[in-house]
């Protein structure tokens, strides 16, 4: 099942990259991203582990995005 965001675009999984407490975690963002590398309606949600494998929106957060 295709998960939307708030403005209706199909979410993107990413995962952080970050050091810190979260690293290595996946969370669903908005699919539609600005030329300033930032999503278009904010939307956020920690992803359940077992959701991740073989999604195809998956794509890894570089940096400190």
Known sequence: KTKLCKCAAV???????KPGPTQGKKFYTCGRWNARGRSHCNYFEWVEPSKVEGDPNFKQLEGNE
Request: hydrophobic letters at 30%; one cysteine or more; charged letters at 55%.
């Open 11 to 17: 979410c993107k999984i990413r995962e952080v990259k």
